[in-house]
């Protein structure tokens, strides 16, 4: 009778756990975020510090904010009613240092000692960490609200990947198309531009992008590359095409980095861009 008893007890542990796994999920956890104060990390450099102020006043609207300094956040970051919004610099494991700098969404916890400790709700790649082009700082908005549709949408049907928010490509079938040249792999040569480009995809330098972005048309989509200046094999490089109006995203693409330093716009993410064009 007595070893029936353990064996019941001991059954029951799983049960148990798993009721308490189900409470302690990151939907649970995050539940609170639209009605708890973001604090946005202001980083004491003017140039930063400037596009992050204006991007979040103009686009920020998933919770109340409220702008910090570093020494603030060193204070606060223990306090669990707070959430955190913060560029960052990233370090890929096999990168000798930093390569991309990320807005990171965090949750204040009465128990952490750094950001490392801290439970993130998303990091979106903004600019390359050493050496940002000017490009990031009218791309901010889009990001800002790629952040906040993510957020919103994990709240509900729960946390998964970036592409739960990438819409169908064929929405830019009729659209003009604007590349940086600077953005194109190597292998997209004049002879495969000249082939496969129509007159509604626009190529020419950071000016040409940061204008279609500025003039915030919603028939005008926008290609963004971020990945270090100097990428290294095992480097990441992220490619995205964002509606200049609505911010929608189209296309979203993670690449580790290899051997043959596969950075930019490739054929394949080209084909499968322009599928609907013709």
């Given at each position: ?26 939907k ?31 686009s ?73 082009s ?18 919103a ?114 054929k394949?993410?080209?084909n ?7």
């Amino acid at each position: 009778m007595r070893k029936f008893i353990i064996f019941i007890l001991f059954s029951l542990v799983p049960i148990s756990l798993f009721a308490q796994a189900q409470i302690l999920t990151k939907k649970e956890k995050l539940s609170d975020f639209p009605n708890k104060i973001t604090k946005v990390v202001l980083l004491g450099n003017d140039f930063k510090d400037r596009a992050i102020k204006e991007a979040v006043n103009n686009s920020w609207h998933i919770s109340p904010f409220e702008f910090c300094d570093m020494q603030s956040f060193e204070k606060l970051k223990t306090n669990p009613d707070l959430y955190f919004l913060m560029l960052v610099n990233i370090r890929n494991k096999k990168e000798s240092k930093p390569g991309i700098s990320a807005f990171t969404l965090i949750k204040g916890d009465k128990n952490v000692k750094s950001i490392d400790d801290m439970l993130e709700v998303i990091s979106i790649p903004v600019c390359a960490a050493d050496s940002p082009s000017g490009k990031e700082m009218a791309m901010m908005p889009a990001l800002l609200d790629m952040m906040q549709e993510y957020v919103a949408k994990s709240l509900v049907n729960g946390f998964s990947s970036i592409g739960s928010i990438v819409k169908n490509l064929k929405c830019t079938k009729n659209m003009a198309l604007f590349f940086d040249k600077e953005d194109f792999s190597p292998q997209l040569d004049s002879v495969y531009v000249a082939g496969k480009f129509d007159k509604q995809i626009i190529v020419g330098d950071e000016g040409t992008v940061i204008r279609a972005m500025m003039d915030a048309n919603d028939m005008s989509a926008v290609g963004y590359v971020i990945c270090p200046s100097k990428p290294q094999k095992g480097s990441l490089c992220y490619l995205m095409l964002f509606n200049a109006g609505t911010h929608e995203l189209y296309y979203f693409k993670k690449r580790k980095i290899g051997g043959n330093l596969n950075v930019g716009f490739m054929k394949s993410d080209i084909n499968k861009i322009i599928s609907f064009r013709k």
